[in-house]
């Protein structure tokens, strides 16, 4: 398909044979559901059909249904929503993933202070202000108890990335590579990096961008935006250009774990919402060469922020030290509030004590592959290997990344 528009005939064949031939215990809840007809079309037209026709249907489906809804709402939001000019603006947490971005937006939004994004707006972008009110009791039941990734709960008011949203309004974006891996490696760089994308494409994912921003700022009942988001560790320079008056905190964690625990990433989400075949994907080659470039950029563009716009952690300090490290980081960038949220953030990291890391066998000859490519980080961050190495591994623990 090369249309850009989704062909609604193979829709009904989808929805067809779903009924007669498909189980229905194979129809999910895919995050992609939330999308509109344009961008599943330019998805889907870049990428190839969805095989696995029961969610594929589901989530064309969902999309036709929701669209005269989706329409009415940007028609009527539009003129209420506020300009980006006339907004505080954003905080962004920034680092790989699997770094601690995710520990340090958890504790950082029990303070009332920041708007962030909820699940309802990860799933519904589009309908923030209609469907979903209708929807969210079912949205909220079908949460999962727990993060695919590791054990950190999930609840209806938990702080997530925005990038499923995004993915869910543009064509550009890096899920898109883990929900049609058929293009797993031009739909990773483009949604990374803009490789291939035309100055069109770009401004259309700004825009979509921004949009959310706005959407989500009224949401939040206009409270300044906490955004967290590892794309956006790549994008750095753009960012800085979009919003010359935020504010950036970036979180590094040792390479070698982080490269564990995205083999774990890639595996559990390749195998929970790839919509197609994901055997030809090389996931180790594929973190590294992720990983040099996103944090090559970031250096590139890190060197020239002021201070008081950016400040840089250690995961390790944030791990030793929560309460602590979330100060130092109200400090450096002269965030106010930090006294009349202690409490919160001290109850909230009482209530995560008991929680359960995940751990990873870890081998000499996973740290001959992370040396070898990541030497550098592991030189300039001062990183030893982790732990005592042999040939059956040791188990290495990680929290909220």
């Known amino acids: 398909m090369a249309t850009g528009i989704l062909d ?31 961008t599943l079309g330019a998805v889907i037209g870049r990428s190839g059909l969805p095989s696995h026709v029961g969610s594929g249907a589901a989530i064309g489906l969902a999309a036709l249904g929701r669209w005269p809804f989706s329409t009415a709402e940007k028609l009527a939001m539009e003129s209420r929503l506020p300009l980006m000019d006339n907004m505080p603006p954003p905080v962004f947490i920034l680092g790989h993933w699997r770094s601690g971005t995710t520990h340090l937006y958890n504790i950082m939004c029990q303070s009332r202070a920041w708007g962030f994004v909820p699940p309802v707006a990860t799933g519904l972008p589009w309908d923030l202000f209609g469907l979903a009110r209708v929807f969210n009791p079912l949205l909220e039941r079908a949460l999962p108890k727990h993060r695919y990734i590791d054990n950190i709960p999930v609840k209806p008011d938990s702080p997530q990335e925005d990038e499923i949203a995004i993915a869910n309004m543009s064509e ?52 300044p935006l906490l955004i967290k988001n590892p794309v956006y560790t790549g994008r750095f320079e ?22 564990l625990s995205m083999r774990n990433f890639y595996k559990k989400l390749l195998k929970e919402f790839a919509l197609q075949s994901y055997d030809h994907v090389d996931i180790d080659e594929a973190i590294f060469e992720v990983y040099e470039r996103m944090m090559k950029d970031y250096e590139q563009v890190a060197a020239s922020v002021p201070p008081e716009q950016l400040v840089e952690l250690r995961y390790e300090e944030l791990d030793a030290a929560p309460l602590e490290t979330v100060e130092k980081v109200y400090a450096a960038l002269g965030l106010p509030g ?14 995560i004590k008991s929680f359960k890391k995940n751990s990873f066998a870890y081998s000499d000859e996973v740290a001959v592959k992370v040396e070898n490519r990541l030497g550098y980080f592991l030189e300039k961050w001062g990183y030893d290997r982790p732990g005592t190495n042999n040939k059956e591994g040791t188990q290495h623990g990680e929290t909220a990344a």
């Open 238 to 259: 753009m960012l800085r250009e979009m919003f010359p008056n935020a504010k950036f905190i970036h979180i590094h964690r040792n390479p070698y774990e982080v490269f």
């Open 338 to 351: 930090f006294d009349t949220s202690r409490g919160d953030f001290e109850a909230y990291l009482s209530s």
């Open 172 to 223: 550009v974006s890096f899920y898109h590579g883990i929900y049609f891996p058929k293009a797993f490696a031009e739909n990773v760089r483009r949604g990374l990096f803009f490789d291939g994308c035309s100055t069109a494409d770009i401004r259309g994912w700004q825009r979509q961008f921004t949009y959310f921003l706005r959407k989500l700022y009224l949401h939040q009942g206009k409270r």
């Open 8 to 38: 609604i005939p193979l829709i009904l064949r989808y929805a067809r044979k779903l009924l007669t031939n498909d189980r229905w215990d194979d129809v999910m809840a895919h995050p992609l559901s939330g999308a509109n007809i344009g």
